[in-house]
């Protein structure tokens, strides 16, 4: 019995693995930080063995209420991932499995490599209508990839798109794998109808570094990025500033953050009722967005989600809040589940990567509908 954790995105310590009944496992700190809770690791050698697999600190984990009602995810050619009896009691979660083959990966949810992500980049940098811009480079020397999609021109709204700050939400990497190709399709009247308004200014992933990593919040200095917005540093957290300085000499209209949420078993969206220039116009958009994309889409919803800011009360270090103040434009957070969803659950695969695909292909007719408001 073997247990590797030393590739893309692999986040795990083995504390003891002499029964396979009784694996027992710690998940390893962010670099530089006290938070952790993704783990991504292969077990081999194990093939029709009940398994029982313990990480012990579950407790100690950024969102301990994110394992209540979680299911590990399991898969043998890491495409296609299914769901495993989890449970969290006393502190640990326990995993438990019979793997039918010799090896079998397991993960908090479905992972997205850095190498997928180039793959990525690289299926889409030759169409005609994308600009592949690199802004610069991470502290550990990766490029910050970003995707200008349409043709600017008088008029056009330019709109931001997001995602990965929190490089263990991997499902806001499967949702960019939904809304690109759609943006792309010459075929898609939305998409069209999008692009003659419109410019997209697109980072799929904003912490390449933590996603290579396997962290869960942090990039390699161990800073939170969606807490960096107001002060970045190229020091600290140049992958923000780096965004921030083409947000000033381009201008934004639109700005749409992408993320994953720990305990919430919901899609849904956050705004920036709590920054000092909240207003109706504002409050319209983002109804008309979560509204829009709700008929679009069933597993979103617009019951369930964060309680608005008070007025004054905002966060000004976090992304949407600092990119709405400064810009004087909408600005969303648009949020995922780790679990499955409450409302549609699909027990088997939960909140899945194709479900994240979709959900990112149905965020263009939300668009579409408020785009005039912009």
Known sequence: MQINAAFDGGNIEVVSAERADDIQLNIRTDHNSDFYQWFYFRLSGVRGQACHMKILNAAGAAYPGGWENYAAVASYDRKSWFRVPTTYRDGVLGIKHEPVHNAVYYAYFAPYSMEQ?????????????????????????????????????????????????????????????????????????????????????????????????????????GANLNREWLTPTAEHSPEVLLVREQMAQIGVDFCLDVHGDEALPYNFIAGTHGIPSWNEQRLNAHNGFGQALRRANPDFQMVHGYPDNQPGNANMNMCTNYVAETFDCVAI??????????????????????????LGASALDALHDIIDQL
Request: aromatic share 6%; charged share 25%.
């Open 117 to 221: 992500h180039a793959d990525f980049i690289a299926s889409l940098q030759t169409h005609s209508r994308v600009q592949l811009k690199v802004l610069g480079e991470t502290l550990d020397g990766q490029p910050l990839d970003q995707l200008v999609i349409g043709e600017p021109g008088a008029g056009k709204k330019k709109l931001w798109i997001q995602a990965r700050q929190h490089p263990g939400e991997t499902m806001a990497s499967w949702w960019m794998e939904g809304f690109v190709p759609r943006l792309l399709d010459s075929n898609d009247a939305i998409a069209r109808a999008l692009l003659d308004k419109a410019v997209f200014y697109v980072v799929p992933n904003m912490n390449p570094d933590g996603s290579r990593r396997g962290h869960l919040r942090t990039n390699a200095a």
């Open 333 to 358: 957070t648009l949020e995922m589940p780790f679990k499955d969803t409450a409302d549609t659950p699909q027990p088997k695969e939960g909140w899945s990567p194709v479900r994240c695909k979709r």
